[in-house]
Structures are given as C-alpha cells and as structure tokens.
C-alpha cells in the first residue's frame, strides 16, 4: 500500500528545508505564507531561530498535540511507512532527527517520498 502523497503548497514550488512549514500547513489547515510567519514570530517570542526543534514543537503544544517518543524496540527500522500503517486514523507529526512530517489518516504528506526514514519521535493530536 502506498502512504506517500504528494504535497507542496509552495507558491515557488521550492520544496527543500521547509519540511517544518509544510507539515504546519496540513495541521493548521493554513497557508504557506501563514505558516512562514507564524515559526518567525514563534522563533522572535523565544529570541532563536524558527528552525529550532522547541520552536515549531511549542506551536503543535498550543495546537493540542502531545509528544511521544517511539519504542526503542528497533530503533533503526520503524519508517514513516510502518507508522503510517500502524495508524490509519488521525493527524499526527512525525520527526526523524533532521526531517518531519504531517500524517492525516494513514497517509503522509510530502515533497518528496520519505516514507523509508526512520522516525524518533512524534506529535499525536489530543
């Protein structure tokens, strides 16, 4: 079964290091643009950059996400695939060290096929 849908909603069609806004897109059902500005504003309130970890992640706690740490049962083999399996219901965020991802209802929405990458960790909306 495939997992991966293609998904982009930017304007310019870049799609490399914005795997953050992307993902704030699809659970904030808000724009690119809206999605930018909102991390800066996040990154200037903590006075770091929008791509520090803690900067994003507060903005899925305001949302009503809660973190969980993945198993550690086989830390190098549960893909974004295999969670995607796991969890055919729901929205949820998942980070694999350097990427992250949104997942709405089994499927999980990308610039590109990460579906092989192994993730750490994930936000689950409460």
Not at 34 to 62: H, R, T
């Amino acid at each position: 079964m495939m997992y991966f849908k293609y998904y982009n909603p930017n304007k310019k069609n870049k799609s490399a290091g914005d795997c953050v806004i992307r993902m704030l897109t699809v659970v904030t059902k808000k724009s690119w643009e809206e999605c930018y500005w909102m991390v800066c504003e996040e990154g200037e309130k903590f006075g770091d950059m929008p791509s520090a970890n803690y900067v994003w992640m507060n903005i899925l706690y305001n949302l009503g996400f809660k973190r969980k740490i993945v198993p550690d049962t086989c830390p190098a083999c549960y893909s974004i695939n295999d969670f995607c399996k796991e969890h055919p219901k729901g929205l949820f965020v998942v980070g694999t060290g350097s990427h992250v991802v949104a997942i709405e209802n089994g499927k999980f929405l990308d610039s590109w096929n990460s579906g092989r990458e192994v993730i750490i960790f994930y936000f689950e909306k409460l």
